[in-house]
């Protein structure tokens, strides 16, 4: 569960690091540690393969315990993306993905902009072997990859956290860009646009919209996807659900 | 001993990594993978604790072996360092020292600069309680420094290494990150986006969306706006509007 702020260390602030599936406690300690190298304090992880807390992550962490001890365990990627602005899943496959795709140094004064404008800012790993998975990928916004030697690109989980980390700790003097003239109000935040996301499919599958069955799943990803690139606002969100209501509201009126 | 080329990974170059004393072999295997993540090649150690070869040192080198195999081991630093035009010290403590002082975003492009004129540059890693003595540093040209975590700023030695084999790396003509895989295909015409805008607007009105009426006008425009930002290809307009049918076709259905 969360610490207080009181357990936490002081230097907080920075993105959230979200491990999905960790397989060893040794790379969690890891990331713990390379996480408070550069300030970073909000460990979330899902469904930890070895339950949690876990002995095997102090050993590694070497004085980050705070950083363990404020860790957060969540059964679902959706909750423990909740209440984010901006999620960024990094992954060294370029998938047929849609989404923008950053390196850690354009992500770096990125995150600092979205940070000082008030908004939450996640960045998803996949598990060790297997990296994250298509549908993990749908709930972020943008893809981080690192560039890497092309003939061993696979870096260790605990030294992917820490190069991010450097990247944001690294990008801290940069002056923070403006926003743009005409504020669109902040963005909708991950569960707002799950709950979005639930209230369309729900609708179309009662309209029959995913056939055949099999196809569902693949529709739905894009489908996510399609909505992710439209950087929607709250208003936005709040917007397009009640267009929906009222698209198959109608329903009754006819 | 060294490797001959021919069994070395073919992307070759970079700075020569050196550790004084390692103590962990599985330090040392991540320093192996970190340098061949980011096509570094020549490991030198000085005294490794647990002599050499380590079989922990394979473990967490994690597929990076040909590094190990080629790495070559020496008793005194000053053998190590013999060959090289360059040579920095990577410490966290900044001493009285009158060299320069460089962080590994500023050593990236030097480091370029040296190997494209021929010259040999290393990089000094001390063990990993006590890092570098004085003597060692002094055998260096310039002090290198990651800014890190005041409070927090001792560095896992993998860790110290892979920043900087990705500061060399990214100080290349590293491609540029790629755009997605898979293209977006081209964007909406204004003709798709109005026949968009009409569909979805008369929907609304059988819906008594746009009420009241004196009203509609401007929420016509907040929603042709809205949809404006979203940036819509001519398959997203497409797609969107295979929605509102199937939002407003299941009418029928109930």
Redesign the interface.
């Known amino acids: 569960m969360a610490g207080t702020d009181k357990t936490r260390?002081?230097?907080t602030g920075g993105p959230a690091i979200i491990l999905i599936e960790p397989q060893l406690g040794e790379n969690i300690g890891?990331t713990a540690?390379?996480m408070?190298?550069?300030?970073l304090t909000d460990l979330r992880m899902v469904r930890p393969r070895d339950g949690w807390p876990n002995p095997a992550a102090a050993a590694?962490a070497?004085?980050?315990v705070a950083v363990l001890e404020g860790a957060r365990v969540f059964s679902a990627t959706e909750d423990a993306v909740a209440g984010l602005h901006h999620v960024l899943a990094v992954t060294a496959r370029?998938?047929?993905?849609?989404?923008?795709?950053?390196?850690p140094?354009?992500a770096g004064p990125l995150m600092r902009r979205w940070e000082s404008a008030g908004e939450g800012v996640g960045l998803l790993f996949g598990p060790e072997r297997a990296g994250l998975n298509n549908d993990d990928v749908a709930l972020a916004d943008t893809?981080l990859?690192?560039?890497?030697?092309?003939?061993?690109?696979?870096?260790?989980l605990?030294?992917a956290v820490?190069?991010l980390a450097?990247a944001w700790?690294?990008s801290g003097s940069a002056p923070a860009p403006t926003r743009p003239v005409e504020d669109?109000g902040p963005p909708a935040t991950k569960d707002q646009l799950v709950s979005l996301f639930e209230h369309?499919e729900a609708?179309?599958d009662?309209?029959?919209?995913f056939l055949p069955a099999q196809r569902r799943k693949a529709m739905v990803r894009?489908?996510r996807n399609?909505v992710q690139?439209?950087?929607l606002s709250e208003l936005?969100a709040s917007?397009l659900r009640?267009?929906?209501r009222?698209?198959?509201?109608?329903?009754?009126?006819?």
Chains 1, 2 share one sequence.
């Open positions: 260390p002081s230097l890891a540690r390379a408070l190298n550069f300030g590694t070497a004085g980050a370029l998938r047929d993905s849609v989404k923008a795709v950053l390196t140094r354009e893809v990859t690192i560039p890497a030697n092309p003939a061993f690109s696979s870096l260790n605990g030294q820490l190069l450097h700790y690294q669109l369309l609708e179309l009662k309209a029959g919209f894009n489908l399609m690139r439209f950087g936005d917007a009640g267009i929906i009222a698209l198959v509201g109608s329903k009754g009126q006819d």
